[in-house]
Structures are given as structure tokens and as C-alpha cells.
């Protein structure tokens, strides 16, 4: 389908606290993966990404999960800080494909 | 900040006008791609440019248009304008079409229609 799923539309969590936001997709063919984070009046900001070939990796702070087997996209945020409130998108890509296909988006709320 | 830029930042046209959105890529891109985000939505692919022409479109009306200079930047005309095109519209730059490119995004110009 055109949407990439995402679990839970919300999510708050504690300040210090790790944060893990879920996504599913939808399209077997897709071989990227992208995890956007957009702040109130601006665009979305690349975050971390990763291949098909790969089920992990680490950036500073974040950690990409990709499941194929059950087509899910998940995005680990570690100590969680007040800045870190945001929009959160997941986009996957189809080889060949000119477009990223986004999610509806996940808010995620620091609680001090 | 990814050395994306729009302009102008925001927008009031009434229906029926015409609007002209421009984007500046980033340094060492040269292709750019325009998406529409509805309040509270993911982004939404309008089209491509890559080399001057059009690479890829997505469900959008001709009305819809674009351009892309030889410096890379581009346009994005709409016609026509009806009160559904009230939106952010988003541009990203990427330094290829490749299926691996990173796309890199714009603040966004923010676009009314009344």
C-alpha cells in the first residue's frame, strides 16, 4: 500500500528513559529505509537509515531494528532528552522507485 | 540545518490563483524531489526532477507542474489552486536517484487557500 503503518500514533516517555517508536510496511520490494524526525514548523530531519541487507545499525543515540520476515521498522532512542520531542516518520523506499513512501507519524512527549 | 532552502516560507492565496514555490538544493545534489504534507499526514511524493526532467510523479493533477534549472534548483508551479491544496509542500535534494540516496529536506513553504 501507499502508507507506511506505524503502531502507535502517541507516545510519552520519561526524561532519561529509552524511547523505541515501531513502524510496519506494507511493500516486500522495499530495500531502504529512512527515519525521519520533524519539529513543530519545520521539515523533516534525516535521522538514521538502513539497507535491506542489514537488520541493524547504530547511529549516536539511535538504533535502527529491521525486521523483513514480519516487515517491521523500529527506531531505539537512548536517554531520551527534552529535545528529542518531535515527529517521528518512518519512510521506506522501493528499489528503482523515485519516492519515499511516509507514514502517518509517531509524536513522541518527554515527561520531566 | 541541510543547506536546503524554499522560499517564500509562507503563503495566502485564494482559489482559482496560481502559486510558485522555488527550492535551492543542497550543494552537490542534483536531483530534487517536491512532497505535500497535509496537516497531521506524512509527506505525500508529487514529483522528481533529476537532469532537468521530470523522474517520477505521484498521484497528483497536471495542474501540478515543476521545473528544475541548470544549477540544480527548482520550482514547483500549481494552478488552479482549490482550498485541498492548503498544505506544507516540502522539497529534499539528493545527490542521486540512486535507490540508496538519502534525501535531504527543506523547511517547508506553507501554503493557504481561502
Known amino acids: 500500500g501507499e502508507n507506511v503503518g506505524l503502531h502507535l500514533p502517541t507516545l510519552s516517555v520519561q526524561e532519561g528513559d529509552n524511547s523505541i517508536i515501531n513502524c510496519a510496511y506494507s511493500?516486500?520490494?522495499?530495500?531502504?529505509f529512512i527515519w525521519y524526525k520533524q519539529e513543530s514548523g519545520k521539515g523533516p530531519q534525516f535521522i538514521i537509515d538502513?539497507?535491506?541487507?542489514?537488520d541493524k545499525r547504530q547511529g549516536q543515540r539511535v538504533t535502527v531494528l529491521l525486521n523483513k520476515t514480519v516487515k517491521h521498522l523500529s527506531l531505539q532512542i537512548a536517554a531520551t532528552q527534552p529535545g528529542d520531542s518531535a515527529v517521528y516518520f518512518c519512510?521506506?523506499?522501493?528499489?528503482?522507485?523515485?519516492?519515499?513512501?511516509f507514514g502517518q507519524g509517531t509524536r513522541l512527549t518527554i515527561n520531566p | 540545518e541541510t543547506g536546503v532552502t524554499q522560499s517564500p516560507t509562507h503563503l495566502i492565496k485564494t482559489r482559482g490563483q496560481q502559486v510558485t514555490l522555488r527550492c535551492s538544493s543542497q550543494?552537490?545534489?542534483?536531483?530534487v524531489s517536491w512532497y505535500q504534507q497535509a496537516l497531521g499526514q506524512g509527506p505525500q511524493f508529487i514529483f522528481q526532477?533529476?537532469?532537468?526532467?521530470?523522474?517520477g510523479r505521484g498521484n497528483f493533477p497536471p495542474r501540478f507542474s515543476g521545473l528544475q534549472f541548470p544549477n540544480y534548483s527548482s520550482e514547483l508551479n500549481v494552478n488552479a489552486l482549490e482550498l485541498d491544496d492548503s498544505a506544507l509542500y516540502l522539497c529534499?535534494?539528493?545527490?542521486?536517484?540512486?535507490?540508496?540516496?538519502?534525501?535531504?529536506f527543506g523547511p517547508g513553504t506553507r501554503l493557504l487557500v481561502l
Open positions: 529534499a535534494s539528493s545527490p542521486g536517484t540512486g535507490s540508496g540516496e538519502t534525501q535531504y
Open positions: 511493500n516486500s520490494a522495499s530495500d531502504y
Open positions: 538502513i539497507r535491506s541487507n542489514m
Open positions: 519512510a521506506e523506499k522501493v528499489q528503482g522507485a523515485q519516492k519515499l513512501v
Open positions: 550543494s552537490g545534489h542534483n536531483t
Open positions: 526532477y533529476y537532469r532537468e526532467e521530470e523522474n
